[in-house]
């Protein structure tokens, strides 16, 4: 069974610095995409950003690019998402995602999410 | 990176047939066929309903389909169900090797 954790969210000053987390399972995880979505309290889905299998090709929304950084760990099964300068917008529970860019351009398995609040 | 446009409510009877429009552009909707759908319940996680603009994963019921004209993609639920009320929300690939989601669409079964 295909299972996605997020971990690492929380609670903190605009400004700050936030590491999300995703734990896969079931599935073998260097062969496939990975990306984080982002829903905003009330609000629709957001793509953020993506990682191919190997972790060579990385694509990134333009509201988070140079701040937030994507990246993964194929021989510890782990997905990260690295988020400096942190602004109230960037508020919203943070999906980790099987597919998105280069290939598989859709996402199949979700993770429970995990609640960023940036909030002074 | 536009958002795509969705209407913002659909409504229909059960037994129904309802259709959610998707509007893009010709840098995504109208060159890719990398066009998905999301049904999302209140509180729960998205769920894949449809990709690559008119696949079913094995999990999603035939009563969905998807297509798509020119700019636009839509997604159709037949014999509408109390069990389909929920956001659905669309997402294309885009040729800056991005992707975009719609705003949502609410569907109301009467």
């Known amino acids: 069974e295909v299972k996605l954790w997020e971990s690492g969210g929380g609670s903190v000053q605009p400004g700050e610095s936030l590491r999300l987390s995703c734990a896969p399972s079931?599935?073998?995880?260097?062969?496939?995409?990975m990306s984080w979505v982002r829903q905003a309290p009330g609000k629709g889905l957001e793509w953020v950003s993506s990682?191919?299998?190997?972790?060579?090709?990385?694509d990134s929304a333009d509201s988070v690019k140079g701040r937030f950084t994507i990246s993964r760990d194929n021989s510890r099964n782990t997905l990260s998402l690295q988020m400096n300068s942190l602004r109230a917008e960037d508020t919203a529970v943070y999906y980790c995602?099987?597919?998105?860019?280069?290939?598989?351009?859709?996402?199949?398995?979700w993770g429970q999410g995990t609640l960023v609040t940036v909030s002074s | 990176q536009s958002a795509l446009t969705q209407p913002a409510s659909v409504s229909g009877s059960p037994g129904q047939s309802i259709t959610l429009s998707c509007t893009g552009t010709?840098?995504?909707?109208?060159?890719?066929?990398?066009v998905s759908w999301y049904q999302q319940h209140p509180g729960q996680v998205p769920r894949l309903m449809i990709y690559d603009v008119s696949n079913r994963p094995s999990w999603v019921s035939s009563r969905f389909s998807g297509s798509r004209s020119g700019n636009t993609a839509s997604l159709t639920i037949s014999d509408l169900r109390a069990e389909d009320e929920a956001h659905y929300y669309c997402?294309?690939?885009?040729?800056?090797?991005?992707?975009?989601f719609g705003g949502g669409t609410k569907v109301t079964v009467l």
């Open positions: 995602a099987i597919g998105g860019t280069p290939s598989r351009r859709f996402f199949d398995y």
């Open positions: 997402a294309s690939y885009t040729g800056s090797s991005t992707l975009v």
């Open positions: 990682i191919s299998g190997s972790g060579d090709k990385i």
């Open positions: 010709s840098s995504d909707i109208g060159t890719y066929t990398f």
């Open positions: 079931g599935f073998t995880f260097s062969t496939f995409a």
